[in-house]
């Protein structure tokens, strides 16, 4: 019997408005119809590869992350130690399109949560979730893409435990909540009471700023700690804390903390892409709970 593999699962939350049945599926197959590589980091891109209806208003494919080589820079002789002569580098001949180091790493869009759910670390190599994040943000900020939607808004859901480590500091001197418009499915009766404050004024963003008296710390209310929750999905909380006496302070924000979950899977069982869809439903099921 083989050992349990594990991945790690990530998830973005999507939002176009207005956003009729199917509309992000059709984000998605114009997106790709681009076959748009965007850089991400240093010379490492992404480009979406073709995926398939998995179902359940499902769909499955792959990001692939490769390099891509700057022909103007010159080549390296690691047995001279030295740059590599005309003599050296005569004969390489790379197709065009062809590039080296290439990895897949599996997504599923589920439709009514409007959430993509992607592999951030499979194997023996890695995406962060801010790296997809930059991906999505760029490609669906092309303007074919703009002009069809308008804009797409994308977060990284955040960890709910780092939100509550947040909100259970013990002397929270400012709190900053950021909440940018959510899908109304995902509402309850407080995000209604929000969504319809956003639509009186006219405005797509909102921000709170709750800052204590001096030498003392803030703490919460229920609504409060209601409006952070949006948070998680649909914006971003943070605090600056330290001790009531004016000492130290830092800064602590759920945007550098990406909710991220393992999977472990049997790879004589489950192939790879049913061992990640098995763990994709198991995080949107866990975010869906984030929303009670």
Same mark, same amino acid.
């Given at each position: 019997?083989?050992?349990?593999?594990?991945?790690?699962?990530?998830?973005?939350?999507?939002?176009?408005?207005?956003?009729?049945?199917?509309?992000?599926?059709?984000?998605?197959?114009?997106?790709?119809?681009? #076959?748009?590589?965007?850089?991400?980091?240093?010379?490492?891109?992404?480009?979406?590869?073709?995926?398939?209806?998995?179902?359940?208003?499902?769909?499955?494919?792959?990001?692939?992350?490769?390099?891509?080589?700057?022909?103007?820079?010159?080549?390296?002789?690691?047995?001279?130690?030295?740059?590599?002569?005309?003599?050296?580098?005569?004969?390489?001949?790379?197709?065009?399109?062809?590039?080296?180091?290439?990895?897949?790493?599996?997504?599923?869009?589920?439709? #009514?949560?409007?959430?993509?759910?992607?592999?951030?670390?499979? #194997?023996?190599?890695?995406?962060?979730?801010?790296?997809?994040?930059?991906?999505?943000?760029?490609?669906?900020?092309?303007?074919?893409?703009? #002009?069809?939607?308008?804009?797409?808004?994308?977060?990284?859901?955040?960890?709910?435990?780092?939100?509550?480590?947040?909100?259970?500091?013990?002397?929270?001197?400012?709190?900053?909540?950021?909440?940018?418009?959510?899908?109304?499915?995902?509402?309850?009766?407080?995000?209604?009471?929000?969504?319809?404050?956003?639509?009186?004024?006219?405005?797509?963003?909102?921000?709170?700023?709750?800052?204590?008296?001096?030498?003392?710390?803030?703490?919460?209310?229920?609504?409060?700690?209601?409006?952070?929750?949006?948070?998680?999905?649909?914006?971003?909380?943070?605090?600056?804390?330290?001790?009531?006496?004016?000492?130290?302070?830092?800064?602590?924000?759920?945007?550098?903390?990406?909710?991220?979950?393992?999977?472990?899977?049997?790879?004589?069982?489950?192939?790879?892409?049913?061992?990640?869809?098995?763990?994709?439903?198991?995080?949107?099921?866990?975010?869906?709970?984030?929303?009670?």
């Amino acid at each position: 019997m083989a050992r349990p593999r594990t991945i790690y699962i990530a998830a973005a939350n999507i939002k176009v408005h207005p956003h009729p049945p199917g509309v992000y599926l059709q984000l998605l197959k114009d997106a790709f119809a681009l #076959k748009r590589p965007i850089q991400c980091r240093g010379d490492q891109h992404l480009i979406m590869r073709p995926f398939q209806d998995a179902g359940e208003n499902m769909i499955v494919g792959s990001l692939a992350r490769f390099t891509e080589i700057d022909p103007y820079l010159a080549w390296f002789n690691s047995e001279t130690l030295d740059m590599a002569d005309e003599e050296n580098v005569k004969n390489i001949r790379i197709p065009e399109g062809v590039h080296p180091n290439y990895v897949p790493f599996f997504f599923a869009l589920f439709e #009514k949560q409007h959430l993509l759910v992607f592999e951030t670390k499979s #194997k023996d190599t890695s995406i962060s979730p801010n790296m997809v994040e930059r991906f999505l943000n760029e490609l669906f900020g092309q303007p074919e893409i703009v #002009k069809a939607y308008g804009q797409v808004d994308v977060t990284i859901v955040a960890d709910i435990n780092k939100l509550e480590e947040i909100l259970g500091s013990k002397a929270i001197r400012k709190l900053i909540i950021k909440i940018r418009r959510p899908n109304p499915e995902t509402l309850n009766v407080f995000r209604d009471k929000f969504m319809e404050r956003l639509h009186a004024n006219n405005v797509i963003s909102l921000e709170q700023t709750y800052v204590a008296p001096m030498g003392e710390s803030l703490t919460p209310d229920d609504e409060t700690n209601l409006f952070a929750r949006m948070a998680l999905t649909d914006g971003e909380v943070t605090a600056i804390v330290g001790d009531t006496s004016g000492g130290p302070v830092a800064k602590r924000s759920t945007a550098s903390h990406s909710l991220i979950k393992p999977h472990a899977y049997d790879p004589d069982a489950l192939t790879e892409q049913q061992g990640f869809l098995h763990g994709a439903r198991e995080l949107v099921q866990i975010i869906g709970r984030y929303l009670a």
